[in-house]
């Protein structure tokens, strides 16, 4: 089965609070990708990251940052020092393979920043 | 400057209607998708177009037919809308891989919010 969880539904920090998201995912193939998008409350979605399977160096940009580790098939999401401008649903994504378009996304956390 | 744009922003209609919904991509990628994210925010493909050749479709009622004009271009064409047909619905591109699949970052349109009544 290829599936992406996100178990926190949603989540409420108050600001410059540290904050990681979680995202397991499930996949029987040996190459794929894994993604984050951001939605904030005007809707779009802002894509955040791509990462491969082969590559599980940590990602850091500016206040986010990415540890992806193949052993537990975990790619979590943390934002430092959270701002209310971080407030927004996070999606994870898989795309299992490398010839195939299907991206499959995640149930998304809400994340609420307070001042 | 629009990477990804679609028309409407807002769609309100009867059931029963007929409606589309445009999409349009200045980026020059190969590949556009119809994605649909109900009220719960589940976010689920529908379709993708490769060169304007349909290359996913997910069990996604005959309603519902895309049409690719060109590969810069990927519409959505609702035929007798229900109510359950209501939620927002995105359009995305990005840059085949080598592959033939696209596992580049998809750039995904503002989103088109249909409600139906």
């Known amino acids: 089965a290829q599936k992406v969880t996100q178990a926190q539904t949603e989540i409420s920090v108050v600001e410059k609070e540290d904050v990681t998201l979680d995202c397991v995912y499930e996949t029987r193939d040996t190459t794929y990708y894994l993604f984050w998008y951001k939605q904030p409350p005007s809707g779009e979605l802002v894509f955040l990251i791509r990462r491969n399977s082969f590559d599980e160096q940590n990602e850091i940009s500016g206040r986010y940052s990415w540890n992806f580790q193949k052993s537990t098939s975990s790619f979590n999401f943390t934002i430092t020092a959270s701002q209310v401008v971080d407030s927004a649903v996070y999606f994870c994504a898989l795309l299992p393979g490398y010839n195939t378009d299907k991206l499959i996304f995640g149930t998304g956390t809400r994340l609420q920043v307070f001042p | 400057d629009t990477a990804v744009s679609q028309t409407p922003k807002y769609l309100v209609t009867q059931m029963g209607n007929d409606k589309s919904i445009k999409c349009e991509q200045n980026?020059?990628?190969?590949?556009m998708y119809w994605y649909k994210q109900d009220s719960k925010k589940f976010l689920k493909i529908m379709f993708s177009?490769?060169?304007?050749?349909?290359?996913i479709n997910e069990t996604v009622p005959n309603r519902f037919s895309p049409k690719s004009p060109d590969k810069a271009h990927l519409n959505l064409h609702i035929n007798s809308l229900e109510l359950g047909d209501s939620a927002v619905y995105f359009c995305?591109?990005?840059?085949?891989?080598?592959?033939?699949?696209?596992?580049?970052?998809?750039?995904f349109g503002p989103g088109t919010r249909l409600t139906v009544l």
């Open positions: 177009y490769n060169n304007k050749e349909l290359i």
């Open positions: 995305a591109s990005s840059q085949a891989g080598l592959a033939g699949g696209s596992y580049n970052e998809q750039f």
């Open positions: 980026l020059g990628h190969d590949t």
